[in-house]
């Protein structure tokens, strides 16, 4: 199932990470661009939880790309100051 985390500023490392969400699981951190390519669909029909870590996004990229949001994983939408 996807998930969303609302952040100020973009989480990349992993301490960070699981400060901020409190996942525990492991975690596999995935570039969009590698998520977006077509190359790499097979790597997301795994079990294992990808993390977007370097690109906000929000529902309109999402659905554009027909993203399965059945698909294990967590994206970064970025907070409204």
């Not at 490392?13 to 590698?34: G, L, P």
């Not at 097979?42 to 370097?54: A, C, P, T």
């Amino acid at each position: 199932m996807t998930k969303l985390l609302i952040t100020e500023k973009l989480i990349t490392n992993k301490q960070d990470f699981i400060k901020f969400s409190n996942i525990q699981d492991t975690v596999e951190f995935v570039r969009y661009s590698d998520f977006s390519s077509n190359t790499t669909a097979s790597l997301f029909e795994e079990n294992n939880i990808k993390f977007i870590y370097d690109q906000f996004v929000n529902f309109r990229d999402l659905s554009n790309s027909n993203y399965k949001f059945s698909s294990n994983c967590i994206f970064q939408i970025k907070k409204n100051s």
